[in-house]
């Protein structure tokens, strides 16, 4: 049985825990928890770089990062919901994840500048930058919201930055983006893996 190396609380495991449940899989790939700043965790092994999360196959080949995963998993158990087999519609559903899936590299890498440098080694030009980065990108997705349809990939990646938002404080997005929540209500309904999936 494969499993699904990760962390509950990561963003990019909840994006491939949402997609392994829409795929009815969710009895068949269960979760082996990995804690990347733990220097004995099986996961330096799985994954040379120690990120989460990673799939271990029958055969003992592993995949890795979330983007290769979830494009296996469509590849082999999918039907096109969560990316397109149209190669025109594959490709604009995946540059909207990229967008995404950016925005959660930079709620994430705020994070780490709290958590892995002392109080005066943080840059706040470096914050800045994140936080730019954070915002164009939701100024762009709200005015093309039509390309976040669930259950694709693209709506799945969000949602997931969203949540990680929401739970890492980074942002109030909710009070700058109000069509957001909107949305986001919208896909939690469309979507149960996303209650299924909280941490």
């Known amino acids: 049985m494969p499993k699904l190396v990760a962390s509950e609380t990561s963003p990019y495991a909840r994006k491939v825990r949402i997609v392994v449940d829409v795929l009815g899989l969710w009895d068949s790939i269960p979760l082996q928890p990995a804690n990347t700043r733990d220097p004995d965790d099986p996961i330096l092994d799985i994954n040379p770089l120690g990120k989460i999360p990673a799939l271990l196959l029958d055969d003992g080949s592993r ?69 730019a980065k954070i915002t164009r990108g939701l100024d762009y997705i709200t005015t093309h919201l039509d390309e976040y349809a669930p259950p694709a990939i693209a709506s799945i990646t969000l949602a997931c930055a969203l949540g990680y938002a929401d739970w890492r404080k980074q942002i109030d997005w909710r009070a700058l983006y109000p069509g957001l929540v909107t949305w986001l209500d919208e896909f939690a309904q469309a979507v149960p893996s996303w209650q299924r999936t909280m941490a």
């Open 63 to 131: 995949l890795f990062d979330s983007r290769v995963i979830v494009d296996y998993l469509e590849t082999v158990h999918g039907d096109g919901r969560i990316i397109s087999r149209d190669p025109h519609q594959r490709f604009r559903q995946l540059t909207s994840a990229a967008l995404a899936e950016g925005i959660t590299d930079a709620l994430l890498l705020i994070t780490y500048e709290g958590r892995f440098r002392e109080p005066d080694q943080a840059s706040q030009q470096w914050l800045d930058h994140q936080y």
